[in-house]
T-cell receptor, first 111, second 113 residues
């Protein structure tokens, strides 16, 4: 079966750096995405990795190691508005493309 | 302009009723989806359509019937609603199937009483 694991909660202080890890077990792996969701809001796409390595988008970076079935989202210079849930999502290929979401990591940013 | 819009935003209904949620995207995307997010925030894909054709049906009960009249619209009809159907339903779209950047609608919070 397909599974993703990420921590349920992470707490950090404003200005700090936080890393949210994601490990997955899938067949037909195509890529790893990250989404942010504020309470009451819709998931918003943050980044995508298809190949090994680091992708940087402003304060957010995402990393993928296909051989380790592992990725992470790195958030730098944390701001209070970064308090939200962060989902890793694996896209797999097999009879069409399908994206499976992890259970989400709740990030609390404290002053 | 809202990229992916779904209506209604809130829906409260009694068990056994039939209800529909509408979704429209103005991004010119080929692929549209329905996701269900439960009270624990677990986001699970229900259906995926590509150019009006059903691509993925994730063993959703057949009380749920999606309809895509054209590639910009994907509606969800639910028959004989049950308490367990209470959740937030998100419509989403992406440029094509393999494009992992999905744009989500604001969600429809369905409460079955």
């Amino acid at each position: 079966g397909q599974s993703l694991e990420q921590p349920s909660e992470v707490t950090a202080v404003e200005g700090a750096i936080v890393q949210i890890n994601c490990t997955y077990q899938t067949s037909g792996f195509y890529g790893l995405s990250w989404y942010q969701q504020h309470d009451g809001g819709a998931p918003t796409f943050l980044s995508y990795n298809a190949l090994d390595g680091l992708e940087e988008t402003g304060r957010f970076s995402s990393f993928l190691s296909r051989s380790d079935s592992y990725g992470y989202l790195l958030l730098q210079e944390l701001q209070m508005k970064d308090s939200a849930s962060y989902f890793c999502a694996v896209t797999i290929r097999g009879g069409g493309f399908k994206t499976i979401f992890g259970a989400g990591t709740r990030l609390f940013v404290k002053a | 302009d809202t990229a992916v819009s779904q209506t209604p935003k809130y829906l409260v209904t009694q068990m056994g009723n039939d209800k529909s949620i509408k979704c429209e995207q103005n991004l010119g995307h080929d692929t549209m989806y329905w996701y269900k997010q439960d009270s624990k925030k677990f986001l699970k894909i229900m259906f995926s359509y590509n150019n009006k054709e059903l691509i993925i049906n994730e063993t959703v009960p057949n009380r749920f019937s999606p309809k895509s009249p054209d590639k910009a619209h994907l509606n969800l009809h639910i028959n004989s609603l049950e308490l367990g159907d209470s959740a937030v339903y998100f419509c989403a779209s992406s440029q094509w199937q393999a494009n992992t950047e999905a744009f989500f609608g604001q969600g429809t919070r369905l409460t079955v009483v």
